[in-house]
T-cell receptor
Framework: DAGVIQSPRHEVTEMGQEVTLRCKPISGHNSLFWYRQTMMRGLELLIYFNNNVPIDDSGMPEDRFSAKMPNASFSTLKIQPSEPRDSAVYFC????????????FGQGTRLTVV | AQTVTQSQPEMSVQEAETVTLSCTYDTSESDYYLFWYKQPPSRQMILVIRQEAYKQQNATENRFSVNFQKAAKSFSLKISDSQLGDAAMYFCAYRMKSSGDKLTFGTGTRLAVRP
């Protein structure tokens, strides 16, 4: 398996624009996580899905953020409109539901909003 | 809510020496899992070691071992015979068994290895 695949690797956009980050989890994994990493706040869990259903989105900062998982092999994180404070590295991770199984991370998307 | 605290933003160790990274957590659960992840400059998150809360024996993986103190809610990582390739950010993480899903991270410790 190629692992968790995120696209794009880097994204630079202007304030106010819509940004869509994409994630393909590892085949057979049924939990998917979106994290945001910044120097100030470390790794923050934004939302996670089980079997394509959002379970906990309490980490989503505000209504400008939304996430979907239309099927087991694809998820998106959308920011609309984007703001400079959204600049961060966004990670997608997937795992099986067995608790001691680690989460496997993608390479992350570095988002810069100017 | 579960929280994970890493009180050392930065640590430094001489090559071939031993270093210990600290992690404490807060939970009311009795059964859970703890992890240490490494993030090198490549940004990739790599699992280093895991510990099951109901196992009293400390986990070990080659040069990496943990000191798990359940009553104190402490989960430190010891790196023996440090190598230049160990230089990275290290994150402690907690996962509840009851929900089986939510993985909560600490803020990380940046480890430098001096040649």
């Amino acid at each position: 398996d190629a692992g968790v695949i995120q696209s794009p690797r880097h994204e630079v956009t202007e304030m106010g624009q819509e940004v869509t980050l994409r994630c393909k989890p590892i085949s057979g994994h049924n939990s998917l996580f979106w994290y945001r990493q910044t120097m100030m706040r470390g790794l923050e869990l934004l939302i996670y899905f089980n079997n394509n259903v959002p379970i906990d989105d309490s980490g989503m900062p505000e209504d400008r953020f939304s996430a979907k998982m239309p099927n087991a092999s694809f998820s998106t994180l959308k920011i609309q409109p984007s703001e400079p404070r959204d600049s961060a590295v966004y990670f997608c991770a997937s795992s099986s539901r067995v608790p001691d199984t680690e989460a496997f991370f993608g390479q992350g998307t570095r988002l810069t909003v100017v | 809510a579960q929280t994970v605290t890493q009180s050392q933003p930065e640590m430094s160790v001489q090559e071939a020496e031993t270093v210990t990274l600290s992690c404490t957590y807060d939970t009311s659960e009795s059964d859970y899992y703890l992890f240490w992840y490494k993030q090198p400059p490549s940004r990739q998150m790599i699992l280093v070691i895991r510990q099951e809360a109901y196992k009293q024996q400390n986990a070990t993986e080659n040069r990496f071992s943990v000191n798990f103190q359940k009553a104190a809610k402490s989960f430190s990582l010891k790196i023996s015979d440090s190598q230049l390739g160990d230089a990275a950010m290290y994150f402690c993480a907690y996962r509840m068994k009851s929900s089986g899903d939510k993985l909560t991270f600490g803020t990380g410790t940046r480890l430098a290895v001096r040649p």
